[in-house]
């Protein structure tokens, strides 16, 4: 019988948590905390939420993620380099 408890908590509690890290940013994107679908991401990687996992909950894929920070990444190198040649 703990077999299949820990069978049926392996299975569920990530679904709870999912569901959890979901309704929180539903909550938080009411009252306006969200400027971006990467905010978003953050909030939820923040949570505890693998990357591709907080993907899917903020309605995104990975791949866009990982594009989505490449970009950031390179505008906000970017600027720094043209405030350095200043």
Same mark, same amino acid.
């Given at each position: ?11 569920? !509690? ?8 979901? !309704?929180?940013?539903?909550?938080a +994107? ?18 505890? !939420?693998?990357?591709?996992?907080? +993907? ?17 990444k390179?505008?906000?190198s ?9």
């Amino acid at each position: 019988m703990a077999d299949k408890e820990t069978s049926a908590d392996a299975t569920w !509690l990530p679904v709870i948590g999912r569901t959890l890290a979901y !309704l929180c940013m539903k909550s938080a +994107a009411a009252d306006g905390a969200f400027k971006s679908v990467l905010d978003k991401i953050k909030f939820l990687e923040n949570l505890g !939420l693998p990357t591709g996992d907080a +993907a899917k909950v903020a309605g995104s894929s990975k791949a866009s993620v990982v594009e989505l920070r490449r970009l950031e990444k390179a505008g906000s190198s970017g600027k720094a380099k043209k405030k350095q040649g200043r």
